[in-house]
């Protein structure tokens, strides 16, 4: 149990204009400690939800979180969640180091010092050593999220949850990002939780995926890749991707 | 001199020699427009009593910019955390100041004597309420994201306050403070009209009365160079906090 991230029976309704909306129903899973889930789905799934769910944004109306045998209010007061969004969100003002060095000045950040990374560090772990005075509107989008990531491991989580934090980057940035996510993925042994909806981030990713289907968002199926843990990116080319992937895109089709 | 400089400067002279081609072509009589070269002289031969004069209705608007910029600023923030407070109080400000500044000096001059205060208070009125729009604005169209990312890091609401929403507020406040710092100028020469002996205020009411338009004119050049350097000073302090933004909101 305090070795899993375990999400039982969430459902999320809210109230809209429109009458109550099911944003997620029934939604079941557990992955391990130092897992990698990806989280596949079209619009309308609910997988922001789900992040949301899992980070104490949002309370669910049914069913229980449990992160590692805590709830996920205990995990966000002891500063052991990482969030990273999809615009980056970092403070314009502030330059990249100041960024990162956010989460370690407000919530209590000073009490973190003992197990705290260093900013440097971390924005040397995500390539953006030479890059620490600038501000945000001198890097480019794939630096800006580069920082979010880096502002997201300082305080050294247990769990790092990624809400399409891609989604926005051309596709060549968005394979390197790819690649070095994997290797801080490996190097800092967080549990990861990354939204996408895009069939190869999350088969190249994901050591889990779960295919969740829309209106109201569910689980469609939990699919354990068979793929190497060492991967690069060719390996999207061999056969065994290619079919897999074509797999999870059938399970993206409509239910008939 | 760049281009950009030149451009304004030589529109700026070729008006005034057309103003002075007029004057002197029509033999416009001097009591009711005087010549640039008029006034200019008057400005020289003046200036000690026009400086004099400036030195009270500088201190009303600086005064006047402060104290009604603090005050709305300080009722932003109220506003901002208080929703009751603002949906109480935001109706009636905006009927307040729906009154004209000209109508309200004669009560305040009434209300608080002839000294510096009523004019100060004029020019702290006419400040309020575009700050206080603008920063209410500032304080609260946060970046949702960034307000997320907040409350993932448990940040308490002062921590929000003052590491989130009041940079985010600056680009907006500046924004205020360049309009409020020309607007105090007007509000204290205004509440100077009402039987002043001395400022900028006074004086314009004194060289009208004795047709003394050269005086009139050197007059309003004087409190129009102040309100300029004014706004210019507020330019130039933005440039110095707001580095982050090449687009302001």
């Known amino acids: 149990m305090t070795d899993f991230v375990s999400v039982a029976n969430v459902s999320v309704r809210f109230d809209s204009d429109r009458g109550a909306v099911t944003a997620l129903e029934n939604v079941s899973f557990e992955i391990p400690r130092g897992g990698f889930l990806a989280i596949l789905g079209p619009s309308g799934c609910g997988k922001s939800t789900l992040l949301r769910v899992t980070s104490d944004l949002i309370t669910p109306t049914e069913g229980s979180v449990s992160l590692f045998g805590s709830s996920p209010a205990e995990v966000r007061r002891r500063r052991d969640l990482g969030f990273v969004f999809q615009d980056a969100a970092l403070l314009p003002w502030r330059t990249a180091r100041e960024n990162v060095e956010l989460p370690l000045e407000v919530g209590n950040g000073a009490r973190l010092a003992e197990r705290a990374r260093s900013p440097e560090e971390m924005l040397a772990l995500v390539g953006l050593a030479d890059w620490h005075d600038s501000l945000p509107h001198e890097l480019s989008g ?27 980057l051309d596709e060549i940035t968005r394979d390197r990002l790819n690649e070095e996510l994997l290797r801080i993925w490996r190097e800092t042994q967080t549990t990861v939780l990354f939204v996408t909806h895009s069939v190869q981030e999350a088969l190249y990713l994901g050591q889990q995926v779960l295919v969740l289907a829309p209106h109201p968002g569910r689980v469609r199926e939990m699919v354990e890749p068979d793929l190497p843990q060492e991967r690069g990116l060719e390996i999207r080319d061999t056969e065994r991707f290619v079919q897999q992937a074509a797999h999870l895109r059938a399970l993206l089709e409509p239910v008939p | 001199m760049k281009r950009e400089h030149m451009l304004p400067a030589a529109t700026l002279a070729s008006l005034l020699a057309i103003w002075g081609l007029v004057v002197y072509l029509f033999n416009v009589p001097e009591y009711i427009v005087p010549s640039p070269l008029h006034v200019a002289r008057t400005f020289t031969r003046d200036f000690g009593m026009i400086a004099r004069n400036l030195v009270p209705t500088a201190i ?4 006047g910019f402060f104290v009604g910029n603090l005050a709305s600023i300080v009722m932003a923030t109220v506003f901002v955390h208080q929703k009751t407070v603002e949906q109480a109080l935001f109706p009636l400000a905006i009927i307040i100041r729906s009154i004209p500044i000209v109508a309200i000096a004669p009560i305040l001059v009434l209300m608080l004597g002839n000294d510096m205060t009523p004019k100060v208070l004029i020019a702290a009125l006419i400040c309020f309420f575009p700050t206080l729009v603008n920063m209410v604005k500032g304080l609260s169209l946060v970046d949702p994201q960034a307000l997320e990312l907040m409350k993932v890091l448990s940040a308490s609401k002062t921590e929000i306050f003052f590491k989130l929403r009041l940079y985010n507020s600056l680009p907006y406040l500046f924004a205020a403070l360049k309009i409020a710092a020309s607007a105090s100028v007007i509000g204290a020469i205004v509440g100077e009209w009402i039987g002043s002996t ?4 006074a004086l314009i009411i004194q060289a009208t009365y004795n047709f003394d338009t050269g005086l009139l004119y050197a007059t309003i050049a004087a409190a129009a160079m102040f309100s300029v350097l004014f706004t210019a000073l507020i330019s130039f302090i933005e440039r110095r906090v707001v580095k982050w933004s090449p687009e302001i909101g």
Do not use: C, H, N, Y
Not at chain 1, 144 to 161: D, E, F, H, W
């Open chain 1, 142 to 168: 794939g630096m800006r999220q580069r920082v979010s990531i880096a502002r997201a491991l300082v305080t050294a989580p247990k769990i790092l949850l990624m809400d399409e934090p891609f989604g926005s």
């Open chain 2, 60 to 63: 009303e608007s600086f005064l």
């Open chain 2, 198 to 201: 001395e400022g900028i205020g």
